[in-house]
């Protein structure tokens, strides 16, 4: 995978260029249609991915409404990360929403470089926390605006 690509996505920005050159080095291309499924909720993970061109749509499917979408997430963007972190299924589907070029990291393989590269590991890492703080908050502001239009409990 070329390094220049990695270099848009927030979670690869304060790595060195030899950090990212490791990255992309484990890094594969997979390019998928609109439409295509990427993965589906409650399958087992162990890939992570970033949008290098084209768009992905996380969504949910609700009984009795169909798929709800979460996000429409554009280059630059990764998703996914949840299946480094533990070994619970997919949370989610995510979908090609257009056509699209993804980079896709192995757990295995990203392990292993954080495994040797302590540096890598800590900007890693503290990334994830704090976009899964920034997730947390947002669904937080979500369901407190949810329970403002649906009334109090009773």
Known sequence: ?????LRT???FQALSSEQLGRIAAVATRRELPGG???FVEGAVGDEMFVVIVGRVRISKKARGVGEEALAILEPGAWFGEMAMIDDSPRSADALAHTSC????????ELEQLMFVDKDLAYILLWTFVRTLSERLREMNDKIQGF????????
């Open 147 to 154: 329970f403002a239009m649906t009334g109090p409990f009773r």
């Open 36 to 38: 295509a499924a990427i």
């Open 9 to 11: 996505c927030p979670l």
């Open 101 to 108: 070029v993804l980079a896709v990291l192995k757990r295995e």
């Open 1 to 5: 995978m070329d390094a220049a690509s």
